[in-house]
């Protein structure tokens, strides 16, 4: 078995700020995901990336940058908060492999003062 | 733009009844779709799946039913429990494509004693 593991928990910051959620995943999965969960709107995917160094945009990607330095770890930046992005942030991996089950870390909740 | 939609947003039965959640996707190319369970304060996690050449996928008290020609798929809960409480999220991907897995907007389930 694996893990994902998502910091900070919660994250509270400025209107304006700059702001890096992080993503850690045990499993030696190829490809992880960041989404963007808002009440009443399910789960948007903002970025992926297949392989290390790679990137992909998904449907919510302005406003943010991603970053995947090494196999096991995916960030995400929000550019410049604000208050009506306030939601939780879920990352997320899979293996390249036939399975195609997501795996979730517990979420990032991002709150804009 | 939501290519999955679910419905209704949010549900309340009876201990011992039947739940009955739906979707419907537009991209006829989607092939492969799961439904993901989501307790508070958690990430999602896999439930159960089906792939297109199916009509019916069953799980113990959870069955999921695919219908291509009208693109709808539902998720049966039969002998609900106050444990299945929880947020189910239908999906849509292209099994072995692009790796990109869509998600509806989520139905909140209350199963009440």
């Known amino acids: 078995g694996g893990i994902i593991t998502q910091t900070p928990k919660f994250l509270i910051g400025q209107e304006g700020q700059k702001l890096t959620l992080k993503c850690q995943q045990n499993?030696?999965?190829?490809?992880m995901y960041w989404y963007r969960q808002d009440s009443g709107k399910g789960l948007r995917l903002i970025y992926y990336?297949?392989?290390?160094?790679?990137?992909q945009k998904g449907d919510l990607s302005e406003g943010y940058d991603a970053s995947r330095e090494k196999k096991s770890s995916f960030s995400l930046t929000v550019t410049s908060a604000q208050k009506n992005e306030m939601a939780v942030f879920l990352c997320?991996?899979?293996?390249?492999?036939?399975?195609?089950?997501?795996?979730f870390g517990s979420g990032t909740r991002l709150t804009v003062l | 733009q939501q290519q999955v939609r679910q419905s209704p947003q949010s549900l309340t039965v009876w201990e011992g009844g039947t739940t009955v959640l739906t979707c419907s996707y537009e991209?006829?190319?989607?092939?492969?779709f799961p439904w993901y369970q989501q307790f508070p304060g958690e990430g999602p996690a896999l439930l159960i799946s089906?792939?297109?050449?199916?009509d019916k996928k069953e799980d113990g008290r959870f069955t999921t039913f695919f219908n291509k020609r009208e693109k709808k798929l539902s998720l049966h809960i039969i002998d609900s429990q106050p444990g299945d409480s929880a947020t189910y999220f239908c999906?849509?991907?292209?099994?072995?494509?692009?790796?990109?897995?869509?998600f509806g907007e989520g139905t909140k389930l209350t199963v009440s004693s």
């Open positions: 997320a991996s899979r293996d390249r492999g036939s399975a195609e089950t997501l795996y």
């Open positions: 499993f030696n999965h190829d490809t």
């Open positions: 990336s297949i392989t290390e160094n790679d990137l």
């Open positions: 991209d006829s190319t989607f092939n492969y």
């Open positions: 089906i792939l297109s050449v199916s």
């Open positions: 999906a849509a991907s292209v099994a072995g494509g692009s790796a990109k897995l869509i």
